[in-house]
């Protein structure tokens, strides 16, 4: 059974970085593309960026030059380092697989999705 574990989520002042964690289990993962996405109330699921099997990385434009996604296929891993955080970054992050190599921006492609981790920014 696949499990996405996230961690690493909190709260911090504007300008400041948080960096998420998330561990995958339960199945293989070389052939996927890992992501994250985002939810603020109120608003629809947002994509924030993803790694395919590649090793390529692609961003919301939203968090462009501001957030980095890293994989450790090893260790079936994906992290997600977030700087210059905003107000508007404030959302429940999601780790999420795609079985597909490529993935998409699309959230109803992803098959496999983490419990969630809380990020808080304050002005």
């Known amino acids: 059974q696949v499990q996405l574990v996230e961690s690493g989520g909190g709260s911090v002042q504007a300008g400041g970085s948080l960096r998420l964690s998330c561990a995958a289990s339960g199945g293989s993962f070389s052939n996927t593309a890992m992501g994250w996405f985002r939810q603020a109330p109120g608003k629809e699921r947002e994509f924030v960026a993803r790694?395919?099997?590649?090793?390529?990385?692609y961003y919301g434009d939203s968090v462009k030059g501001r957030f980095t996604i890293s994989r450790d296929y090893a260790k079936d891993t994906v992290d997600l380092q977030m700087n210059s955080l905003q107000p508007e970054d404030t959302a429940i992050y999601y780790c999420?697989?795609?079985?597909?190599?490529?993935?998409?921006?699309?959230?109803?492609?992803?098959?496999?999705w983490g419990q969630g981790t809380q990020v808080t920014v304050s002005s």
């Open positions: 999420a697989v795609d079985e597909s190599p490529y993935g998409s921006q699309r959230s109803e492609t992803y098959e496999y």
């Open positions: 790694v395919i099997r590649s090793g390529n990385a």
